[in-house]
C-alpha cells in the first residue's frame, strides 16, 4: 500500500525526495501518514480538498479487498 501512494503522490509534488509515509498499525485500524515538504502540502490537497478526496478514494477502494482493516490516510 506504501508503493501505491508513493506512485500517486510522487509526480504531484516538486521535492518527490521529502515523500515520508509511515504505516502505524493497530487491531482494526492501519493509518498511513503521509509527510510532504511544507510547500507540497496545497499541491496534495488541492482546491476544496479535491486531489486528497481522490488519493483517499484510490487508496480505500483498493484497500477494501486486500485487508479486512480500516485504512486512513494522514496527510501532514
Known sequence: MKELIETIVKPLVDY???VVIQEV???QHITYKLTVHKDDVGKIIGK???V???IRTVIYSSASSKSN??????IQ
Open 16 to 18: 518527490p525526495e521529502a
Open 25 to 27: 498499525e493497530d487491531n
Open 48 to 50: 476544496n480538498g479535491r
Open 52 to 54: 486528497a478526496k481522490a
Open 69 to 74: 482493516k480500516r485504512i486512513h490516510l494522514d
